[in-house]
Structures are given as C-alpha cells and as structure tokens.
C-alpha cells in the first residue's frame, strides 16, 4: 500500500521527485479507518488539503520560495468540453424523443381507432414489443462493450450503422396494411415493425448515451453537456410531438365530429367514413416521414460533430468480464440499483399519464380537438423549464430539485381528473406538469454519471462496463412505458371499451380516470420514498470528483517518469 506524503506547511512541489512516486495507479489508496468508507473518504479529502488550508490541493501548485510562473510545471488540468461538441453531442439525442414520444403519445390511439385493432390485441403489441427491449437492451449493451475500438470511434458506428433501418421500420411502424387481411396478420405486421423498430433504437440509444463518459472534460463539463442533451431531447419531444399532433390532430377532430348528430351521439362506428379514415391513416404515415428525416439528420450531425475520448477510467477498450460476470457486478452496486428502482417508478408515471391523456382528453375530459394543443402547451413549458433546473440543481443538488420537481406535477393530475370541459384550467395544469415533467428528463440521466463514477472508484478492476450502466436505464425506461402502455390498454379492454364507439360506458371513464390520477400519483410517491434512500447526495459527490481527480493525477505523474526514461 503506498502512501501520499504531505509536505509541513501543506506546500506541494509541482512535480514529485521519481522516488516518491506510487508504482502503479493501482497501488494507490484511500484510508478506511474502522472499515468506515465515510472516514475513509475524510481522509483522502485531508490529504489534498495542506495542514491548517482552507482550499483543496490542485495541480501545478507554486512550490516554497519559487516565483509563479518560472520554477513551476505547467498545470496538467482537464481542456474543457468545447461547446460545439456539447451542441453536436445533445443534438444526437434528438431521435430517441423525436420516436420516442410520438409512439408514447400516439401508437395506442393509432392502433385502437386507426387499424381498428381490439384492445387485446393492441395491449399484447405493445407489451410484448416491449418485453422484446427486455432482451434487447441489455444484450445490446454487452455486445457494445465487447466491441472493439476501431478508427472512427467504439460507440459511434453502431448509431451510426442502425440509423437507416430504424427509419425504415419506425415509418413502417405507422402504415396500415389492407383492410383484406386478417386480424392475426395485422397483428403479426405491427408485432415484428415495432419489434424491429425497438432495436434498432436500443442499437442507437445505448451506445449514444453511454458516450457521456467519453465526452472528455471534467465532472462540471460532464453535467453541462447533459442539461444540453436534456435541453436538445426536451425539445425533440416538443417537435416530435407536435409534428404528429398537428400532422393526425384534427383527422382524429374529424372522426369524432363524423359521430355527431344534431339531437346527440348516434351509435355509428368509424368504418362508415372511409374518406375520413383514410385520410388519418395517410396522416399518420407523412408524420412518419418528417419524423424519420430529422432522425437521419441528427444522426449525422453526432457522427461529424463528436469524437469519442478515452480517459483513465473509460479507456474504450473491450470488457473482459463474461455477461453475467458484468451483470452481477452492475447490479449489485447499491446506489445504481436504487437509481434505477427509483427511475422506473417516476417514469412508469409519467409514461401512464402520457399514454392516457389522448384518451382522457377525447372521451373523459370533453376536449376531442384541443389534446394535441395541450400536449404542445406541456412540451414548451417543460423545454423552457431545463435551463432553471439546471441552476436550481447546481444551487441546492440534485436529490433537492428531483423531490420539488416530482411533487409539482400531482395537484395537476388531481385537478385534471376533477375538472372537464374547460380549456383554460387544463392550459394551466398541464404547465405545470411540464415543469414537472423536465426534472424527470433532467435528473435521473444527470445523476447516472454520478453512480457510474462511485461504481469505477469501488470497482477500479471494472473496466468498459458503462454500456452495460446506460443499458438498463434505457431498458427500465422502455419498460416503464411498455408497462404504462399494456397495463392502460388492459384497464380500457376490461372495462368494455370498443373503438367503434361514439359513446362509452361509465366503467370506461371510471378506468380513465383512475389512469390519470391516482395511479400515477401512488407511483410517484413510491419513486420519491426509494430516490430518499440514495446515498449519493453533494457531499459525496464532491468526494467522487475529488477522489477521481487525485487518482488520474498520479496516473499521469507515474507515466511523466516512465516516458522520459524511454
């Protein structure tokens, strides 16, 4: 075990002559006193402080006696991350929102009104697609951190190379086949694109999340360019959303009036209109398009904007660890396990509401025309919320924004469910949901880092494993959505709902409202308990960095020696 030394008076030489240094960053150690890892974490702390200083210890340090600027090295601090690789880098998220969204806002009313699908059918499309990301996404996260490390990066040609069959099959996702085929055909159709579609999603997302690590820069730089990502994908959101809810709103308007007569409802159904039914199902497939062009042109500017930098922790190698040796070392990291318990609860929340509130706003709410408004109205709140979450998050942590940010969307889903047909309450309320709605987008993915880091510095033989990390938490998130999805199309099919309907039973707007409040609600409360319980909070966060920070120093000054003998 080595030893740093301190110097009396807390004075550092720039440079450790070559006898005192470490002989290998391995051997370097933190002091656990008692087997306690606080102390342990106190310690190293005092160690880059100089005896009686106030300030931290930092590299290139004006040793006694020598005038600033002439007998000290040159500091060896991080560059940091230059804006246009932030840009770029955010830029590249743009896709798994643009798709991401659309389908969690509108494949379930797209299958059940659209293709005309019974809602068992259409709940075992979507869960099953989502069963499939099951075995995708941590699948996918392996192979990538077996792949190797080619000349145009280890991450980027898998975005790159699954780009075109995920447009491919995401515009297939929203084509409806003939009316001649049968039920199990359609069926078997939607089952294999969305399937497909996943996939190659799971082959662009985990790959381009995990690039966080491998920005460069330092932890500060690291958090920034993830308020630019969450900024950029917020705002795909907002696109994608609103590009399909413009495009397909008003068919869905048109299909609904179409039911009207003038002394009510008539008990029709929406195969009699083949005109209007045509027209939504041409809607749906221009969206489609639009969408799968700006997925493509962000996709490009990733692959010409960012390259991939190795560092002492993440040198972009292969693992060497087998699959379950990798799966049993991530999951059993107590703090990424609670993350992860946390995330999928917030999100399995957010994504229920998100997946009724088509649904609520048309047959619940009384505002058949006015839901792809709301949805934008939601979408631009919580885009333009991301910049004072950041600030509020650098002022008073993480945990401290994420429990005022999940609390804010909950008298909004109360007041939702109790008031209908009044427009200017809901604009109200869903403002307030979309603020909400940001801390989800930007806390959990901002705290994984954070995680990530605590695991490489308890695990420093634990290397490339931050695929297999960003894997789960794209697959937790994508199966918070399957589950909203399959557990809401479930609800509605027991209940009795029937997409040939122009009026519905109670039971189904009991279930609706059900949906969108007190189940999210509970599910919230329960994400909040679990968030409590996690140990990472701005203390030990500073000891991360600082801890990271000596560890990658004497790296460096062990290799300085070794290269000037060579």
């Known amino acids: 075990m080595i030893c740093v030394r ?21 051997a370097l150690c933190v002091f656990a006193r008692g087997g306690s890892r606080g102390d342990g974490h106190i ?24 005038e600033p600027g002439k007998d000290a090295q040159p500091s060896r601090v991080k560059p940091a991350l230059p804006l246009h690789r932030k840009v770029c880098y955010a830029l590249g998220g743009a896709p798994y929102q643009l798709t991401g969204n659309a389908v969690g806002f509108f494949l379930q009313i797209f299958l059940l009104d659209v293709v005309q699908l019974e ?6 499309i979507l869960f099953l697609g989502k069963a499939w990301d099951a075995v995708a996404d941590p699948a996918i996260g392996f192979l990538v951190s077996r792949s190797p490390r080619r000349s145009w990066g280890k ?6 190379c699954s780009t075109p069959f995920g447009v491919l099959f995401y515009t297939m ?14 069926f078997f159709w939607y089952l294999v694109m969305y399937c497909l579609f996943q996939t190659c999603m799971s082959c662009y997302h985990v790959p381009y999340s995990s690039l966080t690590m491998f920005l460069g820069g330092s932890q500060m730089d690291r958090d920034s360019a993830t308020a630019y990502r969450m900024g950029v994908e917020m705002l795909s959101t907002l696109v994608g959303s609103g590009v399909q809810g413009q495009i397909v709103g008003s068919h869905h308007a048109s299909m609904r009036k179409r039911c009207d007569v003038a002394n ?24 489609s398009l639009v969408l799968g062009s700006l997925y ?12 991939e930098q190795p560092g002492r922790y993440t040198p972009l190698g292969k693992t060497r660890l087998p699959f379950f040796a990798s799966l049993r070392a991530v999951l059993s990291h107590s703090s990424y396990t609670r993350l992860l318990g946390g995330f999928l609860l917030a999100s399995l929340a957010f994504q229920l509401a998100q997946g009724i509130f088509a649904f609520f706003c048309t047959h619940a709410a009384g505002l058949p025309g006015s839901f792809q408004h709301l949805v934008l109205i939601m979408l631009v709140v919580a885009c333009l919320s991301i910049p004072g979450w950041q600030w509020f998050l650098v002022r008073f942590g993480k945990k401290m924004a994420l429990f005022i940010g999940l609390s804010l969307i909950i008298p909004s889903l109360i007041v939702i469910t109790v008031v209908t047909h009044n427009f200017l309450v809901y604009v109200f309320m869903v403002a307030v949901a979309g603020s909400s709605l940001a801390v989800l987008y930007l806390l959990p993915w901002s705290m994984l880092p954070d995680a990530v880091d605590d695991f490489k510095l308890q695990n420093p033989a634990c290397l490339n494993l931050e695929p297999f990390f960003y894997s789960f938490y794209v697959f937790f998130n994508k199966l918070a959505g399957g589950l909203s999805l399959g557990i809401s199309t479930m609800s509605l099919h027991f209940a009795g709902y029937r997409a040939t309907d122009c009026t519905h039973n109670p ?6 409202q059900i949906l969108m409040a007190p189940v999210p609600i509970a599910l919230l409360l329960s994400s909040m308990a679990v968030f409590f319980s996690y140990p990472i909070d701005e203390k030990r966060r500073k000891q991360i960095r600082v801890e990271m920070e000596v560890t990658g120093r004497h790296q460096g000054q062990t290799e300085r020696p070794e290269s000037e003998a060579s």
């Open 6 to 26: 301190l110097l009396p008076g807390g004075d550092y030489p720039a440079r450790p002559p070559p006898a005192l240094l470490p002989p290998s960053p391995a």
């Open 43 to 66: 310690t190293m702390r005092a160690m880059l402080q100089g005896e009686g200083q106030g300030e931290p210890a930092r590299e290139g340090l004006t040793p006694k006696g020598a």
């Open 119 to 124: 809602p068992f059918h259409a709940s075992l």
């Open 155 to 160: 991450l980027i040609p898998w975005v790159v």
């Open 173 to 186: 996702l929203w084509f409806v086949p003939s009316d001649s085929l049968s039920v199990s055909l359609k």
């Open 264 to 287: 009510g409802t008539q008990a029709g159904n929406s195969s009699m209109l083949p005109d209007v039914l045509e027209n939504t199902r041409t809607a749906y497939v221009v969206a």
């Open 296 to 307: 493509f042109l962000s996709c490009l500017v990733l692959f010409l904007g960012v390259k």
């Open 507 to 512: 039971q189904v707007i009991l279930t609706l």
